[in-house]
């Protein structure tokens, strides 16, 4: 059926933006990681479970560009926005055609 491979589709759409979000922004947030190895103690942990507060493993010896980050977290959002009107509209046409035939 069309409107399953449309919800599908845009699922992956979602799943794909969601990733391109994330690593952009572990990108982003490594900019704020301290590069000498005494001033990671002082990174924040977590109060209930003791670990550094940033959790995401980042390429540390990969030079972070800040605008291509930020362009890719936005362009990870549109990704995202656009799976969900994907699914939305999948969902509407399906529901029209469930009153249809019922």
Do not use: C, F, K, W
Not at 2 to 11: I, K, N, P, R, V
Not at 41 to 54: C, F, M, N, V
Not at 58 to 87: C, F, H, Y
């Amino acid at each position: 059926m069309a409107t399953l491979d449309l919800m599908s589709s845009g699922m992956n759409s979602v799943r794909q933006g969601q990733y391109r979000a994330n690593t952009a922004a572990a990108e982003i947030a490594r900019l704020g990681v301290p590069s000498e190895p005494t001033a990671a103690a002082s990174i924040p942990l977590q109060p209930a479970t003791g670990q550094a507060a940033a959790t995401t493993q980042v390429d540390t010896n990969r030079p972070v560009n800040l605008v291509d980050s930020l362009v890719e977290l936005q362009r990870g959002r549109q990704e995202v926005e656009a799976g969900a009107s994907v699914i939305d509209t999948a969902s509407e046409v399906l529901g029209t055609l469930l009153d249809v035939t019922a």
